[in-house]
């Protein structure tokens, strides 16, 4: 076998074992109205059902921040002509920050830009207490109008 030839199947190799370790993680994140968290790593698929919406998307790490770009529709059924239209939602996350996305039904997914902004947190469940873990993450000066309890 020549060099090229190796070069080759060591290069188709390379390809096909990365796109099996992105396969595996990118098809775990349907959960539907459980509840649960997934962290993701950069370019990872990101996909959920919560109540009456579907979501599908992906962060990228730029400039240590969480660029998230997502796509949300309405569930439909698959054999009925498709009247939605998908919005697209852009978010930029620093780490530790979290938005949220909410049903009519009362469930939710939040997005956590982790650590360093290497991985995105996505935790699914029930609105209140998704809502109520994103305050608990709002810093207390959110609250009290600019200082956090020092009287500097």
Known sequence: M???????FSFAGMIAASLWALASPASSGSLGPMEGQTQYLPIQSISYEFGSKFMSGYFVQEAATCFVALMIIEKSDPE?????????????????QIAGVDSEEGYSVNLTCGMDATTLLVDVGAR????????????????????????E
Do not use: C, M, W
């Not at 209140?128 to 009287?151: H, W």
């Open 128 to 151: 209140d207490k998704l809502v109520a873990l994103q305050a608990l993450a709002l810093p207390d000066e959110q609250f009290t109008g600019g200082t956090s309890g020092s009287d």
């Open 2 to 8: 020549s060099r090229k030839t190796i070069s080759i």
């Open 80 to 96: 009925a002509e498709l009247t939605a239209t998908a919005t697209r939602v852009r978010l930029v996350l620093n780490p530790g």
